[in-house]
C-alpha cells in the first residue's frame, strides 16, 4: 500500500510503499532506513491517535494513501506532571498538520501576494489557480500534488532497486539510465521553477504601430531575422506593390525557405508616437507575418531595443512603445516567418 508520512520534526514528506500485512515493528524498521530515526525514537499517529499495538498495518485501520505523522522521541527524561484540561485539549490538537496547513497557507499567501507567480499557476497549474481563494480547496489540492510526486518518486525508486538486482542485464542497463535521466530533468525543472518561473509562461512578442503610405499597420519587431519584410497582401494594401523589384527575387534560407518576390528599394514609413518619417526598404515574401522589422533597418536607422521599459529607441532621439498583447491584432500573431498557411 501506499502510504504518506509527514515528519514533525524537520517538516519533510515522503512517501513509501509497503505491504499490507508488514507488523508495526518491521515498519518501524523501514522507517528507520528511510529517516534515521530509530524504532525507539519513533511514534506514529493516525487521525491524531498514536499506533501501539504491534499488529499489521491492516489491523491497526491503515489503508492505502492514509497520512501518518511521524514524531521524534527527546532523549529519555522525568514523567512530566499531570496536565490539566487545558493542557491535555491542546495535546489532543495534531500539531504536525497544523503546521503543514500553515505552511500551505504561506504557500497560497505568497502566490496572492506575487503576480508573477500568480500567472504562472494560472498558466500551468489551472485547477490550482481555480482554488486560489479557497482555503480548504488549495489546501487539498497542494497536499494531494505532494503525494502524487512522493507517490511518483517512490515508485521509479523501487523500479531502480528492482533493475539495479540484476545490473548486468543490457535492457535493465539502458532503463537504469533512463529513470536517471528523467530524475535529472525533474531536478532541473524544479530548479527553473524556483529560479527563472517566468520560463513557465508564453512570451509576448514586439509589435509596434505605423503608417507606410498612410495606411496604418502592425509590424514585427525581429532582431534575429536579417531582413525587413513585407507579405503581397500588405504591399497591395498600401499601395506599394507597383514598386516591386523582381530583379531581386530569390530564397530566404533560415530555420526553412521560403521565396522572396522582389524588392521594394525605398518607402516612407511613419512609426506610430514618433512623429517622423524613416525611409525603409523591404524584401517581399509571402508569409503569415505580414510587415517584419528586421536588423537591416534596426541598424541603419540605430535602433534599441529597451525591454526595461518596453520600447524602441530610434537614433538616440525618438521612442516607440510596443504594443500589448491586448493591442495585437490577432492576424498579426503570425508567429515564425517561415511559417506556411495552409
Known amino acids: 500500500m501506499q502510504l504518506t508520512i509527514s515528519l514533525d520534526f524537520n517538516g519533510d514528506i515522503i512517501s513509501v510503499d509497503v505491504p499490507e500485512s508488514l507488523s508495526l515493528d518491521d515498519f518501524k524498521a523501514y522507517l528507520q532506513a528511510e529517516t534515521g530515526v530509530s524504532p525507539d525514537e519513533q511514534t506514529l499517529k493516525l487521525n491524531g491517535n498514536p499506533l501501539k499495538a504491534n499488529e499489521t498495518l491492516t489491523e491497526l485501520g491503515i489503508v492505502n494513501n492514509d497520512l501518518l505523522i511521524l ?14 484540561h487545558s493542557a491535555a485539549t491542546s495535546a489532543m490538537t495534531n500539531p504536525s498538520s497544523t503546521q503543514i496547513n500553515e505552511r500551505v497557507e504561506m504557500v497560497r499567501q505568497q502566490i496572492l501576494s506575487d503576480p508573477q507567480a500568480l500567472e504562472n499557476i ?27 510526486e512522493q ?8 523500479e531502480l532497486l528492482r533493475l539495479q538486482q540484476d545490473p548486468d542485464n543490457p535492457e535493465n542497463q539502458t532503463r537504469i539510465m533512463e529513470l536517471i535521466q528523467q530524475e535529472a530533468i525533474e531536478e532541473n525543472m524544479k530548479l527553473a521553477w524556483d529560479i527563472s518561473p517566468e520560463s513557465f509562461t508564453s512570451v509576448n512578442m514586439l509589435y509596434l504601430k505605423l503608417k507606410i503610405n498612410g495606411v496604418e499597420q502592425i509590424a514585427l519587431v525581429d532582431t534575429g531575422a536579417a531582413m525587413t519584410i513585407i507579405s503581397p497582401d500588405i504591399a497591395q494594401e498600401c499601395g506599394i506593390s507597383r514598386l516591386i523589384d523582381k530583379r531581386f527575387q530569390g530564397q530566404a534560407v533560415g530555420v526553412g525557405t521560403q521565396n522572396i518576390g522582389g524588392k521594394i528599394h525605398s518607402v516612407p514609413l511613419e512609426i506610430h508616437g514618433t512623429g517622423v518619417e524613416l525611409p525603409c526598404s523591404f524584401y517581399v515574401v509571402d ?19 529597451d525591454l526595461t521599459r ?19 491584432p490577432r492576424k498579426s500573431l503570425g508567429g515564425n516567418i517561415f511559417s506556411r498557411e495552409a
Open 287 to 305: 508569409t503569415s507575418v505580414g510587415i517584419l522589422f528586421g536588423l537591416d533597418m534596426l541598424k541603419r536607422h540605430r535602433c534599441v531595443v
Open 71 to 84: 514524531s521524534k522521541a527527546r532523549a529519555t527524561q522525568a514523567p512530566p506532571p499531570q496536565p490539566s
Open 122 to 148: 494560472r498558466m500551468t497549474q489551472p485547477s490550482l489557480y481555480n482554488a486560489i481563494n479557497n482555503v480548504e480547496q488549495f489546501r487539498s489540492l497542494m497536499i494531494e500534488q505532494v503525494r502524487e
Open 151 to 158: 507517490r511518483d518518486s517512490s515508485s521509479s525508486q523501487a
Open 310 to 328: 518596453d520600447v524602441l529607441i530610434i537614433g538616440g532621439q525618438f521612442e516607440a512603445k510596443f504594443l500589448t498583447e491586448s493591442e495585437i
